[in-house]
């Protein structure tokens, strides 16, 4: 957030504006693994998920 402020108050051709420009990509990036994270983490945990019917291999018809 800091970043972005930064970023909207020093001129481009600046060094702050380039350090704030990495900072607020790398706040980006960090963000989503995070979020990628947490969601792949949660979903791991989760129980009691199953398909009613599971196809069976190579016999082209439902399982029973």
Not at 18 to 41: D, E, N, P, Y
């Amino acid at each position: 957030m800091v970043a972005l402020t930064v970023l909207t108050s020093a001129a481009p051709d600046s060094a702050l504006y380039l350090i704030a420009s990495i900072a607020a990509g790398a706040g980006a990036v960090l963000g989503g693994i995070v979020c990628k994270f947490t969601l792949i983490t949660r979903a791991g945990y989760q129980q009691g998920f199953a398909l009613p019917k599971l196809p069976r291999r190579g016999s082209g018809t439902r399982a029973r």
